[in-house]
């Protein structure tokens, strides 16, 4: 616990740290991770899932319930407290599935859920096409004050897509994915959370029209957040050139006017979470043709130096507004007494070196998983120290 915060403090202690030049922020805190335990152990554990969010300076991680099995009962959520309580090395705080299997045709048991633990429902990697069948667990889940999170994707407008349609797709020969196919499920699901009353978080959003759509339903004091991808607002679709599988991902790269207006919703506040949409491959479902690759990448030790690097550096965040958007802010969505450096407050705490300069390494990633497009880039910026309940898990940049 923080006792106390004052400029000089005389009480002795165990260990002290001198973070003279460094940021001393809440712990940071991603609502949105696929740990793939149970059933994709070969991919990321609860174990390495946990000590990789540590690197990158997380105390506090949610994890998404497209696992195998799907994470849909209250038996589920158990063992995932379970495993993470002895194996993990951060909080970790399951997600449960809105649909059966996620197969969109029969509710979840979304109740059982709630009082096992789960902080939020969602489909993720995929959206509930059914409006019936979500605006019912909208109604239901909003009993219990958890939020909605929303994975934004017609299917039948993706039609097969792999990358971003535009220009670099039709240069590259290949099929692209359409803002559309996003920014008409964002409109709907807003429409059903007016609806229903129910706290509605838009993922991984990525298209202009989506941040409008979500900035009008702002204005019209809506209970809509969202988050953007370290991914989405520090790479275009230029990056597929080479085809790297390691740009694939979901929702895709799109063009530099959608990461504009990215940043400008992260500027007026439209977009007040940053989550990674931490999602580790096997390399052999990465080093194959680009068609073929699986989508998504590794973000959760990458996260904060992008943050520093293409928001603070480039003056659309304040370091203060970028730390809001990586705990205090998830913090609140969540309904969590965390993301604050107040006396009293469970000490979970982040310190950062905001000028260290290096290019990232994916060798030396804690993850079980190494895709990242972002090798070998230079960034500023790197986690020092992060705090777990007042016992420290990341010491000077090593794990303990």
């Known amino acids: 616990m923080i006792v106390a ?3 000089k403090i005389t009480t002795s202690a165990d260990k002290t740290i001198d973070a ?3 940021w001393v922020t809440p712990g940071l805190i991603d609502v949105h991770v696929h740990l793939r335990e149970p059933g994709y152990e070969y991919k990321e554990t609860i174990k390495t899932g946990s000590r990789a969010a540590a690197k990158g300076g997380y105390t506090t991680i949610c994890c998404m319930p497209n696992t195998n099995p799907v994470i849909d009962n209250e038996i589920l959520v158990e063992y995932i407290k379970m495993k993470a309580e002895r194996e993990a090395i951060v909080n970790v705080l399951p997600i449960g599935s809105i649909t059966k299997g996620q197969k969109g045709e029969e509710l979840a048991n979304i109740g059982k859920m709630a009082q096992a633990g789960i902080c939020a429902i969602s489909e993720d990697g995929k959206s509930v096409m059914n409006a019936g069948l979500l605006k019912k667990a909208m109604k239901y889940v909003s009993m219990f004050n958890l939020p909605v999170f929303s994975h934004c994707e017609d299917p039948t407008l993706v039609g097969g897509g792999v990358m971003n349609a535009g220009e670099m797709a039709e240069r590259m020969g290949m099929k692209g994915i ?13 429409i059903l959370a007016r609806n229903t009353g129910v706290k509605l978080h838009i993922c991984h959003i990525s298209t ?12 019209r004091g809506e209970a ?8 989405h607002f520090s790479l275009t679709d230029e990056a597929v050139e080479d085809y790297d599988a390691n740009t694939k991902m979901n929702p895709p790269l799109r063009s530099a ?3 504009k207006s990215l940043k400008e919703g992260l500027k007026d506040n439209t977009i007040e979470i940053i989550a990674t949409d931490h999602a580790p491959h096997h390399m052999d479902e990465k080093n194959c043709e680009y068609d073929r690759a699986a989508f998504g990448i590794v973000g959760l030790e990458t ?5 520093i690097t293409h928001l603070v550096e480039e003056n659309i965040l304040t370091p203060m507004e970028l730390i809001e958007k990586m705990s205090t802010n998830p913090a609140k969505l969540l309904g969590i007494d965390k993301g604050s450096l107040q006396v ?7 310190i950062i070196d905001p000028d260290e300069e290096y290019a990232i390494d994916v060798n030396t990633f804690a993850s079980k998983s190494k895709n990242s497009p972002f090798h070998g880039h230079w960034v500023k910026g790197r986690v020092k120290y992060t705090i777990v309940g007042g016992k420290i898990v990341l010491n000077n940049g090593e794990l303990v």
């Open 20 to 22: 003279k030049g460094y």
């Open 344 to 350: 009293g407050k469970i000490a979970d705490i982040t």
């Open 5 to 7: 915060v004052e400029e």
């Open 178 to 190: 359409g803002a559309d196919s996003e920014e008409v499920i964002v409109a709907r699901d807003i």
């Open 303 to 307: 996260a904060l130096p992008l943050g």
């Open 257 to 259: 006017e959608d990461v």
């Open 224 to 231: 809509v957040s969202a988050e953007v991808c370290p991914h």
């Open 208 to 219: 202009a029209g989506s941040v409008q759509l979500v900035r009008e339903a702002k204005q």
